[in-house]
């Protein structure tokens, strides 16, 4: 009986030791990696820092750091190694995937990491007293509408841009009827209505977004209808798929606006080590509820989701995790 207390406690020893071994070696996994998010304080800039924050809680010795980016110039960055992940959405990596327009070259450096599983909506923000109620409507009649949207080659103005495209227009044709597109800030585009100076702001945003909270409370606004026809048209093109945005966001409006929506996803270049891969999605996956109250737009991320809606190759850090798991078939 002694014998066997004995050979009992000396497998216990061992199983306690090795596997404090193994713990210890995975915590050592070490890298110091930069990151693109999108404009600061945006959604893709968000996404990142609470990625960083509890990557670093759980692998001390890998630093991620954040800098300012833009989603679809991101995926190029991380192709060429000057970034070594990026937020990015996960329309923008089918078009990668299939080569279109903005992303037609090849990118065969990028991999997937994992699908952030929000929802971002894409609007239009229009004054209230603007003489349409739809988009549909707007472009039907060619009225003169002053609009304001992010920079050329930013993903939202890409996206309105490709909705203008399904119909056969361009901003060229707002132009035409006697309208205006000012390529913008969030900030200024909300100074611009305010001021009486612009009409309609093409918006992004995940749920909340500040600037349209302050701009609902100084003026009267409305989120324009999409018409089914239009949003299967848009889907269609972009990759984008039809989501029911919320009433109640933004003073003053309490109906709800089925809109195009897309997710935003985590890229990650080749060339990163495999162990790097397989923590970064572990740390995730094992503080889902922590990344779900980074942000309100998280709430619906789960570890089972991250491998889930993407369309560039998987990491094969990311995927040997995703298999141990189960969260691949």
Request: charged share 25%; glycine share 10%.
């Amino acid at each position: 009986m002694k014998k066997k207390a004995m050979m009992t406690a000396v497998f216990t020893c061992v199983f306690f030791i090795c596997g404090g071994l193994a713990t210890a070696g995975e915590k050592d996994v070490s890298a110091v990696l930069r990151a693109g998010g999108g404009a600061v304080g945006g959604a893709g800039f968000v996404m990142l820092t609470g990625v960083a924050k509890l990557v670093s809680n759980d692998y001390p010795k890998v630093s991620i750091t954040v800098v300012p980016g833009g989603w679809v110039g991101n995926i190029t960055r991380v192709n060429v190694g000057e970034l070594d992940l990026a937020s990015t959405a996960n329309t923008l990596c089918q078009l990668a995937e299939k080569q279109e327009k903005p992303l037609d070259k090849p990118v065969p450096n990028v991999r997937s990491l994992f699908s952030v599983q929000d929802t971002m909506y894409y609007f239009m923000f229009a004054r209230k007293d603007f003489p349409a109620d739809s988009v549909q409507e707007l472009l039907e009649k060619k009225m003169e509408a002053r609009m304001c949207t992010l920079s050329p080659g930013s993903v939202t103005e890409m996206q309105f841009r490709s909705a203008l495209a399904s119909q056969g227009l361009s901003w060229d044709d707002i132009k035409a009827w006697g309208g205006e597109v000012n390529f913008v800030k969030w900030g200024d585009a909300v100074s611009l209505v305010k001021d009486g100076h612009a009409d309609i702001i093409c918006a992004a945003a995940l749920g909340k977004a500040g600037w349209a909270m302050e701009l609902a409370t100084v003026r009267d606004m409305k989120i324009l209808e999409w018409s089914p026809e239009l949003l299967e048209a848009i889907n269609k093109r972009t990759g984008t798929r039809t989501e029911t945005m919320p009433g109640g966001l933004y003073e003053g409006i309490d109906y709800e606006r089925d809109c195009p929506a897309s997710s935003g996803e985590i890229i990650i270049n080749a060339d990163v080590p495999d162990d790097v891969a397989y923590a970064i999605v572990k740390a995730m996956a094992e503080n889902e509820k922590e990344y779900r109250e980074h942000h309100a737009a998280f709430k619906p991320f789960k570890a089972e989701g991250m491998a889930k809606g993407i369309f560039l190759p998987l990491h094969p850090g990311a995927k040997k995790y995703y298999q141990e798991m189960g969260y691949l078939k």
